[in-house]
């Protein structure tokens, strides 16, 4: 986190997501039903399903900040991977009763334009979560949360939802096509199914220690090549750990180095990287000879863990 006001939007962002989706589910929902528009109905899940996530959110970051501990040397941040496999599931389960609703409607030939209330409150659902995900967003950008970034991008479907339903509204009144409204329904939530698989897969990818995007290791290898004395990188390994990035590392040293000297070296790399690279939660650097490995007592090993300056900047959040 950049900046000592970014603690406050951490602890608060599930409570805010909660409080707003709360609000759109059922205000859709009640306007959907009493104005006849299956699409506004089915546009509620959208919001419905945010409410979950960010209950879980809350849970997630509540846990993910937890210590390293003996049981857990890794930490706590795959709560967040689990958490949303879960919301994906519950997510998958209600769309599809969704989707049979719309289509029954289809099939019947029985339509009506809703009434124009639910164009309003389509529109107001359309602002209200482009600005949601323009603030979870940010958050999401800064904290580097998987549950968090899921919700910035469910907000931006859900206004672009509420939008389509808009629409439908417009051309059944207007177009003398009062079908639409179920068609969009039917819509939404074949774009809801695919929405519920890909967090399924990014659940997945989490849970089986998915390495970093290509470009963040490009700019690993980059950086540490810059670094003196570095001669070349023989491994470098990453894996997501919740909000966290961890990376173990082999670097090879300059054939004149002594065993004291590549140790500052792969200290420096340590600082390099940690300067550099977001969201960093832990460094362990190990250093080669060009003619193979160093003896193993000559092996150093350097490991950087960020977890206290990250609960410094927290405590300092509080205070402020």
């Not at 945010?50 to 890794?74: N, Q, T």
């Amino acid at each position: 986190m950049r900046y000592p006001e970014c603690v406050v939007c951490y602890e608060s962002v599930g409570w805010i997501g909660l409080t707003s989706n709360l609000a759109l589910a059922f205000m859709k929902m009640f306007v959907g039903l009493i104005s006849g528009s299956h699409a506004l109905v089915a546009d509620s899940l959208y919001s419905a399903k945010d409410v979950i996530a960010s209950v879980l959110i809350i849970i997630g970051l509540k846990v993910s900040k937890k210590p390293i501990d003996k049981e857990h040397p890794y930490g706590h941040g795959k709560i967040e991977f689990i958490l949303s496999g879960v919301v994906s599931v519950i997510f998958i389960g209600a769309t599809g009763l969704i989707f049979l609703y719309a289509a029954e409607s289809l099939l019947e030939g029985k339509h009506e334009a809703p009434l124009l209330i639910a164009l309003w409150a389509a529109i107001f659902s359309v602002l209200a979560n482009a600005l949601m995900y323009t603030y979870t967003k940010c958050v999401s950008r800064e904290i580097n949360s998987p549950m968090v970034n899921s919700l910035s991008k469910h907000h931006s479907a859900d206004a672009l939802s509420s939008m389509a339903v808009a629409v439908g509204i417009i051309c059944s009144h207007y177009l003398g096509m009062p079908w639409l409204d179920s068609f969009v329904a039917l819509f939404e939530s074949v774009h809801l199914l695919y929405l519920g698989g890909e967090i399924l897969w990014d659940s997945y990818q989490g849970l089986m220690d998915s390495s970093a995007p290509k470009e963040v290791i490009e700019r690993i290898e980059e950086e540490t090549s810059r670094v003196k004395g570095v001669s070349s990188i023989e491994q470098l390994r990453t894996r997501l750990v919740g909000q966290d990035l961890w990376i173990d590392m082999i670097v090879g040293v300059d054939p004149d180095q002594s065993i004291s000297d590549a140790k500052k070296t792969s200290d420096l790399v340590e600082e390099t990287i940690a300067k550099l690279i977001d969201h960093v939660g832990n460094i362990s650097v190990h250093f080669k000879s060009p003619h193979g490995s160093v003896p193993e007592l000559e092996v150093v090993k350097s490991e950087m863990k960020l977890k206290d300056n990250r609960q410094d900047l927290r405590k300092s959040g509080e205070t402020a």
